[in-house]
Structure formats: C-alpha cells, structure tokens
C-alpha cells in the first residue's frame, strides 16, 4: 500500500492549508534554490533577491567589514478557503501579521479565483493602506491550488524524481478533495515511458501504470521511448484491476468496462510476464485510448527523462482550439521540447 504525503478526505480548509504549507516545505528540504525560484517566479519581482549573499569587504557608514552574510527580510501571509468566500474585513485585519519586512505578500488561496470585483474592492482598500503606511507596500496575490502545483511543476525537471512523486501526490490529494476542477483537462496530454512495452500499447490501444500514482487530470496519453514521443491518443476510459481470491476484481474510473477491454487487460497482464513485469497481483491503473497514432515529437536535450511529463498542448500547438488527435500527432512532428 502507497503511503501518502499528504492527509485526505478532509474538506476543512486548514487541512488544505497545512497540505499545500508541506508541499512548499518539501520543496524548499528538496532543493532551496528551487523553492526560491518558485517564490520569484510567482510571487516577487525579480528584483527580489531571498537567497543568502556572501559579500567580501563591503563597506558600511563607518568601517569596511571582512565579510557580511546577509539575506532579504519577507514574509508571505496566506488565507485559504475552500470556495470564492473572502471577505475584505478579514483580509485587512491579516494586514497587521506583517512587521517590518522588506517584502510582503498576502496569498489568497482557493480552487477558485476570486471575482473580480470582490477582488478590486480588496484591491482598492490595499492601495488605500499601503499608501498610508511607511513601511513598504502589501502585495495581494490571488491563486488556485492548481496554481501553486503549476507554477512548482515549473521550477523542477525530469530528474527530480523524489520531488515529482510528492507533487503527484500533492494533485491527487487536490484531485481527490475537490481543489482542483478537472474542466481544463482537455488541454492536457500526460507522457509515459514505454519502452519494452511500446508495440503492444499501441497495438491495442492501452497503457498500464501503478495504481497508487497520482496524476494530473488529462485527456491525452502519449508514450515516449528512444528520445521522442512515439504514439499520442484521447483517453477513452481508466480502469483499475486486481487479482484477488475471488477473481479479477474490475474499478471504472472513467468510461465502461466492456468484456472487449476485459481482454485487453488479461492480455496485458500476459505481455507484462514477457517483460518481467507482473501486473496481475497488484492494483494497477489501464488507460484506454480511442487509437494511438504515431507521432516523432523530440526530445532536444540530452538527458532521458526519469518519469511521467504532462504537457499543455495549448501551449505547444500554439492554439487555442485543439484539432483531432491525428492531426495532434501530425503537428507534434513539427515540435520539440526540452
């Protein structure tokens, strides 16, 4: 049994809180310099300068010390809640957790976006107190929880393979709760090391995968081996299945159980024995596609990836209204990636 990073089935907002506050500090334990590119990317100028700087002979007012060890004083306040329920009376009274940092910001955090006008009023009251105050300025930063999870996808790579399986897990946790809506799922195409397997997916239109790893909501599979994306199909249906002592025990995530994909599924339990790969006495998850076609979308860099990779195909097909999948699979020989 998978254990979890992060705590669910609780729909209370402090737990939501305390889950995305472990996945920042997981981050941050991972690696600094990512946690604060993060931090510089979504909530600070690039004027922002959080690491510590070591400075040889700096000069002050009076002397010129050897050396100074020096870090940029912020603090980020965060409110969560589990819908658009904010309310500007509260958010001001948050105001007085800030001191005298250089740097300030008040996250709203929500699976939605706030209105827009309920945001512009709080704006407005924020201009109001910033420009009444010494100190430095307030910045108000309104996001999602898909936001957050997006802009740390962001700021890790292929080979942060310990820091992707907690953002896995921290999106099925969302997923799971109801943090993040799956309506932009359409957009979204998950990639998958084939391998060995690649001619048998293909062949009938299936993938398999742990059942314990979370994933990002997507419409699209493809599958990768030999420095390229091979194959790409729109999901049709997720199936889990286990052999327990009283059969194949079957789960529809999405889409019908069929005694067609019945046999697709004994017949990849039967390919996965001739790659060494027993599937049949753990859960795993079967995605069905409605066809995979071919498709050589490259891999320019060096390195193989170590893991799944989901792109927004909005934003490699440059559009903002996606074709057929095989005209997907056409335009993606057009592309690369990195």
């Not at 400075?55 to 965060?78: G, R």
């Not at 699976?111 to 107190?129: G, T, V």
């Not at 195409?189 to 062949?203: H, I, K, P, W, Y």
């Not at 995979?292 to 934003?315: H, S």
Request: overall charge negative; aromatic content about 14%; some cysteine.
């Amino acid at each position: 049994m998978k254990i979890h990073y992060f705590q669910r089935y609780h729909a209370k907002e402090n737990v939501a809180t305390a889950n995305t506050m472990l996945l920042l500090s997981r981050l941050y334990q991972y690696s600094s310099d990512k946690f604060f590119r993060f931090l510089k990317s979504e909530f600070f100028s690039d004027s922002f300068e959080p690491e510590i700087v070591f400075n040889l002979q700096e000069k002050s007012v009076d002397s010129i010390p050897d050396a100074t060890i020096t870090q940029e004083s912020f603090k980020i306040v965060v409110e969560t809640k589990m819908s658009d329920w904010f309310y500007s009376d509260q958010l001001m009274r948050h105001l007085n957790s800030f001191s005298d940092e250089k740097y300030k910001v008040m996250i709203t955090l929500a699976p939605e976006l706030m209105e827009e006008d309920k945001k512009n009023i709080f704006e407005q009251q924020l201009r109001k107190y910033n420009t009444t105050t010494k100190a430095s300025p307030v910045i108000h930063i309104n996001t999602t929880f898909e936001g957050i999870a997006n802009a740390i996808q962001e700021v890790i790579d292929d080979r942060d393979y310990e820091m992707q399986e907690v953002l896995d897990d921290y999106l099925n946790y969302c997923y799971n709760d109801g943090l993040i809506a799956v309506s932009d799922s359409w957009k979204f195409m998950r990639m998958q090391l084939a391998g060995t397997t690649l001619d048998f997916n293909v062949s009938q239109d299936i993938y398999y995968d742990n059942a314990d790893r979370g994933f990002r909501a997507h419409d699209y599979l493809s599958l990768y081996k030999n420095k390229s994306v091979r194959a790409v199909g729109k999901i049709s249906a997720r199936i889990t299945a286990v052999d327990t002592d009283n059969g194949m025990q079957y789960e529809v995530e999405f889409g019908e159980l069929t005694e067609e994909r019945k046999q697709k599924i004994a017949d990849a339990i039967i390919d996965g024995v001739q790659h060494g790969y027993d599937i049949k006495s753990s859960k795993h998850r079967y995605f069905f596609v409605e066809k995979f076609y071919e498709t050589d979308f490259k891999k320019i860099t060096p390195r193989a990836p170590m893991g799944t990779r989901v792109f927004d195909l909005t934003q490699v097909l440059e559009t903002g209204n996606l074709p057929e999948t095989q005209e997907i699979a056409e335009l993606l020989k057009t592309k690369t990636w990195s």
